[in-house]
């Protein structure tokens, strides 16, 4: 509880958002390898595909980078063992 507290504090604050060209599969392949430690906990398998290899966005790495993580995060938890999810 305490630590659900402490992020709806963090969301409540304003924040600042530093956008910059970047290359979109640079940070999913740094999300999925981060996520892929609890993929295999929950036993499921978790795939970057190709189709994004040139993909580039105005936007704040860190904030889409938790985006991502959170989605990922998401998929993987209603994600049946043996299942995969596919970013």
Not at 16 to 45: G, K, Y
């Amino acid at each position: 509880l305490e630590s659900f507290l402490s992020e709806l504090t963090d969301y409540s604050k304003p924040f600042q958002i530093n956008p910059s060209p970047t290359l979109l599969i640079e940070l999913m392949d740094q999300v999925v390898a981060f996520c892929q430690p609890l993929a295999n906990q929950w036993q499921c398998s978790l795939k970057l595909t190709d189709n994004h290899r040139d993909l580039w966005a105005n936007v704040d790495p860190a904030r889409i980078q938790q985006a991502l993580l959170n989605v990922i995060k998401n998929a993987l938890e209603v994600t049946p063992a043996g299942g995969t999810v596919l970013v």
